[in-house]
């Protein structure tokens, strides 16, 4: 006849189940916050392909920023932005493409038709927002603009058409101005192609002498200007490109060194020290571009956001580096300037 258990083991025993059931419950205690936090849904990340270096693009990154905030997306609190920048070496979009293609990102941010273009190769199914100058239905971006279709859709701005108007403005500042150099990056040559041939047909128009420069290296914008110290053109014409953008500080001291007034594409080289710019205004352009990119996040298909054309223009004048050069700057010209740097 078996004997029944003692008290002892049976205090034992209680103990030991209690023990266990303490560390079971402790164990999914530890693992449940795992599973919640699995369960939450994974932040969108935003690849940014910039085809300038971090420095020169920050106040662009700025205004992409903006434009996300005001559809409700903060960078490090519910989006995550990985950038890539190809430092104007456009024959590394590729590879960098393909990197936020593995990544793999939510979203990419194309700042430069190059970027676009790597973007749209590398990827048929990952959403892609262009920020441009050029027409992107005639680089095959899009099928039409009010329809772009695929997976890109973007923002369109306008460089080469002010170009006519940039050179009004420049004459209206040197009445007398016949002879112009102008500067233009042949490592961008479709870009290049059309400017200079807008500059040039826009100069015999006016009766303008033009003289092109291909400056694609710093090497090579010194050199330039060596040549216009000895030439003495009445003024300096910097067409659009992002390698000039983020030269803009060695232009703006080397047009001051050599007392040339110049005219540039964007308000960053005048804050930067140059004379004056007219062009669209490009930060504008890139918060629309985090807008559109905010929409997508949200579930938008780039397919149905026809093109963004942004039409917002300005004139930036630097009044200190006008009487640098001992310009008196008209007027009419300071009347109709959107904003006039003391």
């Known amino acids: 006849m078996t004997q029944p258990p003692s008290p002892i083991t049976m205090l034992l025993s209680r103990h030991t189940r209690r023990r266990e059931f303490i560390t079971l419950l402790g164990g999914a205690a530890a693992a449940w916050p795992v599973a919640a936090r699995a369960q939450q849904p994974a932040m969108p990340v935003i690849g940014f392909l910039g085809s300038q270096s971090a420095d020169p693009s920050a106040n662009l990154v700025a205004a992409l920023r903006r434009g996300l905030s005001e559809i409700g997306f903060i960078e490090s609190r519910n989006v995550a932005i990985e950038y ?83 050179l009004e403005l420049l004459r209206e500042l040197l009445p007398t101005m016949s002879r112009v150099a102008v500067f233009v990056n042949p490592a961008n040559p479709a870009r290049a192609e059309s400017l200079v041939r807008e500059a040039e047909s826009t100069g015999r128009a006016m009766g303008l002498h033009i003289q092109i420069f291909n400056t694609g290296t710093g090497r090579e914008i010194n050199a330039a200007f060596a040549t216009l110290a000895r030439a003495r053109p009445d003024a300096l014409f910097v067409l659009p490109d992002p390698f000039f953008n983020d030269r803009r500080v060695q232009l703006a001291t080397l047009t001051a060194r050599h007392a040339i007034p110049t005219s540039f594409p964007a308000r960053s080289y005048v804050e930067a020290g140059g004379l004056m710019s007219y062009g669209t205004n490009i930060n504008d352009a890139f918060r629309q571009a985090g807008v559109y990119t905010g929409r997508i996040l949200k579930g938008a298909k780039p397919a149905d956001l026809p093109v963004v054309q942004s039409t917002k223009f300005e004139l930036v004048i630097n009044a200190q580096t006008a009487l640098m050069l001992g310009l008196t700057v008209p007027a009419s010209l300071l009347a109709t300037a959107d904003e006039v740097i003391e």
Not at 98 to 111: D, K, N
């Open 84 to 166: 890539r920048w190809a430092e104007g070496r456009y024959d590394r979009m590729p590879a960098l493409a393909s990197e936020l293609v593995r990544r793999p990102v939510t979203v990419i941010v194309a700042s430069a038709p190059p970027a676009a273009l790597a973007a749209k190769a590398a990827t048929s199914t990952i959403p892609i927002v262009f920020v441009i100058p050029e027409d992107p239905a005639q680089l095959g971006l899009v099928a039409s603009l009010s329809r772009p279709g695929g997976n890109v859709t973007g923002v369109n701005f306008f460089f080469g058409e002010v170009v006519p108007k940039r």
